[in-house]
């Protein structure tokens, strides 16, 4: 076996490998990754521990998995897998086909021979071949290292072509509004080969329905027309565990949903402004949802609230209003409660609240691979449920004439099924 | 606090009392080897069984979700699998018995302690909705029992290498034996966790389309499994066994409770937006 398979293969490679596999992510899990923690909380830790900031610094610790040596990592783990992978499924054939040197002796017992392969065909243990002796119970137990392996590198190779090519957008819709492709993503996320997401055609957003059940939402599904032509668009439905395949896209409908409150206000100066205060729908209807905002030129929080639901009902959008505050640091300086139509001053500031609309994040997602990472899992359970749960134990027969020799030997657990054996044992004695 | 909230309560505290005294029994039974309390014990872990159940179906039918939510439902349905996937196991390996004298105690602690939390009606998230996020819950819950059972055979191994072990441990199975059980369910525990993490995989990629994002608990379960997949790479390859093996076995259950339990109320989690 050549030098750079025999170091692949070897024992000591594997456990380091995957100890460093294990050392990278525990090390992603204690410093905190820039993509998936805020800028205050990353500060907030890097002002905590000053030292630990300069290590992260300069070996990466704060993108870790973007960095060469988990690359590194990665591709050692791939090859010594893929290796392996190969190695166990040739020895898994050869066990399972083959045939191969007995196992311990156990006993010597004077009954035919065909008797004896009649005692361990009715134990479930099948015969390896015609003409052999071999006799084995779950076979297919041999197959659980290579499926186990292959199931990993499926996985890792299916995972590193997401990353490299996936593409990733979401927007937040105000009932009525198009997402035109080439429009700018509220967040965006893609790999490190693939260019911005872009829509094929346009996305109107047409409403939002909520089903309710025991006080809370329990649906949440988004109308949507696609096509430039808003009357010969085709219409259809985003749900929340119910994502939308078109055009190959997937479009989730995102957990973030409410109402809008659409307001225009007249600055103290005389600036005449609009905007859309988008509050969330609370998780229980009889509770509030609430928002913070800024209005431009005031340096006051600006705090929104507003109940979707009164008196057990959900709220027409013409019957919906939305309670303003103006708060400097925690105290309320004014308060200003309004229905569409409505207008009052608050903080200097005329507002005046136009309508009401629904609003909904709307994810889009292209993605290449997610068969292989979903083929891989399947193949890492049926491997590690063959190894665990299904052990081959093989069983050979020797013909000694008057008499068969019995050698038995188990590939794990083989204390475990001691008793299996006995029973075995014991028939065969019984045919005397 | 209203009459079926009181119900479920009353509930709980009489499967506390039962699992404490099956608990004592059982003890009683394994140290002095007392064939008749053993046996006992296990009738009264099966009432306990059913009145604990009784009260999760209870609270299940007022809060119209699983129990899966609030801190006490999570720790209350964790205690329950624990012990009925305990006695689906003894039946397969009659062999595992002893563990009773950990398995029951684990049992009414969790119990006990879901008691301390107040009980409060959670609403479930509309992206709850979905196959795969039972079988998400339940197959940690179900990796959790293993685990326990391998934990105890764990602590047997030690016990019984220790200089002067106590007389009842020399009523349990060879210390090969007991080290083979303690490998073969962490086994178990690996392929459940396995499951579990990848069903809920596939729960985040039907409801937000990302399978993977490194999420707190996501990174805490992938590191318990590597851990795990040390163990039994070390068991099979490098003949680990014994005292080092059951050590090892220690810290990973460690780590395995730390994501269970602690990781899902890290302020940076997606998990802990639910469970807050």
Redesign the interface.
């Known amino acids: 076996m050549p030098c750079t398979k025999r170091f692949f293969l070897s024992r000591t490679t594997i456990l380091s490998l995957i100890l460093l596999v294990l050392a990278a992510v525990t090390l992603g899990a204690l410093v905190p990754q820039k993509f998936i923690t805020g800028q205050v909380e990353l500060e907030k830790w890097r002002s905590l521990h000053p030292s630990l900031t300069r290590i992260s610094d300069q070996l990466g610790l704060f993108h870790i998995y973007t960095t060469p040596g988990f690359a590194v990592i990665l591709l050692l783990v791939c090859i010594s897998l893929g290796i392996s992978t190969v190695e166990q499924g040739k020895a898994a054939w050869r066990k399972t086909f083959n045939n191969s040197p007995a196992g311990e002796p156990v006993g010597a017992y004077p009954v035919p021979s065909e008797t004896a392969a009649q005692i361990l065909r009715e134990c479930r243990y099948i015969r390896t071949a015609p003409g052999t002796l071999r006799f084995v119970k779950n076979p297919w137990g041999y197959w659980g290292s290579f499926s186990l392996h292959l199931g990993m590198l499926v996985c890792i190779a299916a995972s590193l072509l997401i990353t490299v090519t996936q593409q990733r957008g979401s927007s937040d819709l105000l009932r009525g509004e198009t997402h035109l492709p080439g429009a700018p993503w509220e967040g965006e996320e893609r790999g490190l080969l693939a260019g911005t997401l872009v829509l094929p055609e346009p996305v109107r957003f047409e409403g939002l329905h909520l089903g309710y059940e025991r006080g809370s939402v329990k649906s949440v599904a988004s109308d949507l027309r696609f096509g430039a032509d808003g009357s010969a668009g085709t219409t259809t439905q985003a749900a929340i565990n119910a994502p939308l395949k078109h055009n190959g896209m997937t479009i989730y409908q995102g957990n973030e949903y409410g109402h809008a409150f659409i307001v225009e206000i007249l600055s103290p100066t005389g600036e005449l402004s609009r905007a859309a205060y988008s509050l969330r729908f609370p998780s229980r209807i009889h509770d509030a949802g609430y928002n913070d905002f800024r209005i431009p030129g005031e340096p006051r929080l600006l705090q929104a609230k507003y109940l979707p639901f009164a008196s057990g009902k959900p709220l027409a959008l013409h019957e919906m209003s939305v309670t303003l505050r103006l708060a400097e640091n925690g105290r309320e300086s004014g308060r200003l409660t309004l229905r569409p139509g409505d207008s009052g001053v608050l903080g200097g500031h005329r507002i005046r609240l136009l309508e009401v609309r629904e609003w909904g994040r709307l994810i889009f997602v292209r993605l290449q691979g997610i068969e292989g990472v979903f083929a891989g899992f399947l193949l890492i359970v049926i491997g590690a449920a063959l190894t665990y749960c299904t052990p081959p134990r093989e069983a050979w027969l020797i013909d000694q004439g008057e008499r068969v020799l019995l050698s038995w030997r188990s590939s794990r657990f083989a204390e475990l099924y001691r008793e299996e054996l006995e029973s075995v044992i014991h028939r065969l004695e019984q045919e005397r | 606090m209203d009459n079926q909230t009181a119900l479920y309560v009353t509930l709980n505290w009489i499967a506390v009392f039962l699992y404490v005294l099956a608990t004592i029994t059982n003890a009683v039974g394994i140290i002095f080897a007392r064939e008749l309390p053993e046996k006992r014990s296990y009738w009264l872990a099966a009432a306990a069984l059913l009145v604990h159940g009784a009260a999760i179906l209870h609270w299940w039918r007022i ?2 979700h699983g129990p899966y939510m609030a801190p006490s439902e999570v720790l209350s349905s964790d205690a329950w699998v624990t012990l009925a996937a305990f006695m689906v196991f003894v039946r397969i ?1 009659p062999r595992i018995r002893p563990a009773s004298i950990l398995v029951f105690p684990a049992t009414f602690l969790m119990l006990a302690l879901a008691n301390m939390y107040n009980p409060g009606i959670r ?5 709850f ?2 196959v795969w996020l039972i079988f998400h819950i339940a197959f940690y819950k179900i990796s959790l029992a293993t685990l326990v059972i391998a934990l105890a055979f764990s602590l047997f191994v030690l016990l019984k290498m220790r200089p002067n072990p106590a007389p009842w441990l020399a009523r349990l199975p060879e210390i ?2 007991v080290d ?2 303690a ?2 369910f962490a ?2 525990g ?2 459940f966790w ?2 579990a993490m ?1 069903a809920g ?2 729960w985040a ?12 608990v996501e ?2 379960s ?2 318990t499994w ?2 795990f ?2 163990y039994l ?2 068991r ?3 003949r680990w066994g014994g005292k080092r093996a059951a050590w090892f076995y220690l810290a990973c259950f460690a780590v395995s409770l730390v994501a269970l339990f602690v990781t899902s109320h890290m302020g ?1 989690s997606i998990h802990a937006e639910y469970f807050k």
């Open positions: 809060v119209g390996y609403s479930l998230p509309t992206t909705g979905s090969p034996t083979l059980y490998y073969r086994g178990f690996f392929i396995a499951i990848l995989s596939i990629y039907r409801s937000w389309g990302r399978y993977w994002g490194w999420d707190p990174t805490w992938l590191i590597l851990l997949g040390v790479h070390l099979h390859f490098f940076s």
